[in-house]
Each structure stands twice: as C-alpha cells, then as structure tokens.
Nanobody
Framework: QVQLVESGGGLVQPGGSLRLSCAAS????????MGWYRQAPGKERELVAGVTSSGDTNYLDSVNGRFTISTDSVKNTVYLQMNSLKPEDTAVYYC???????????WGQGTQVTVSS
C-alpha cells in the first residue's frame, strides 16, 4: 500500500506555470506506474500525463508540449510541470499510483488548479 499527497496547486493567470508534486509514502521505483489525472466540475476524470515504472510517458493531446511529468526516485515524488496554462486547465488534479503486478490503484486527495485572470 502507498499513500499519496499532492501539493502545488493554486491560482495562476493564463500563460502562467505551476508545478504539482505528489509525494509517496514509500518507494515507487520499479513498482508503480504513476499518473496525473484531473477532474473539472461536471466532467469525468481524465488522464493528463502518465509515466510507467520503466520511464515511458504519455500525455493528453491538449497538454502535450505544455506539461511534463517526471519522477524523483530519491524523494519518492512525481511532478507535473505545467506551462502555458489555459483556463480550460482548471480542475482538481489527482495523483494515482498503480501497482504493476497487483493492479491496485491508489489515489491522492487532489489539489485545485485554477487558471483565471
């Protein structure tokens, strides 16, 4: 089992940047595939960016080129660097860890990102 705590959300103007952090309670290296999801009011939760335990990444088309997911195995932390933010990026952002072998999913509590002038 792993606990996840997100941080770094907030209010930012269009065109600005934020970096989200997801701190895991244990090592995630080689064990968990990690992902950042978001959910806007009235919409379904969607995958924004993911990174496998082998380092492969994937992105939602609308954020590709603006967002970057990365991991720090020493700090057991996953980051989401978000640049050129748009109002449509406004949502609660969640971190998820999926155990590679067991298929179990663990979620953080979420962090609010609001892009507005």
């Amino acid at each position: 089992q792993v606990q996840l705590v997100e941080s770094g959300g907030g209010l930012v103007q269009p065109g600005g940047s934020l970096r989200l952090s997801c701190a895991a309670s244990r090592s995630i290296e080689s064990i968990y595939d990690m992902g950042w999801y978001r959910q806007a009011p009235g919409k379904e939760r969607e995958l924004v960016a993911g990174v496998t335990s082998s380092g492969d990444t994937n992105y939602l088309d609308s954020v590709n080129g603006r967002f970057t997911i990365s991991t720090d195995s020493v700090k057991n932390t996953v980051y989401l660097q978000m640049n050129s933010l748009k109002p449509e990026d406004t949502a609660v952002y969640y971190c998820k860890a999926k155990h590679r072998l067991l298929g179990l999913n663990y979620w953080g509590q979420g962090t609010q990102v609001t892009v507005s002038s």
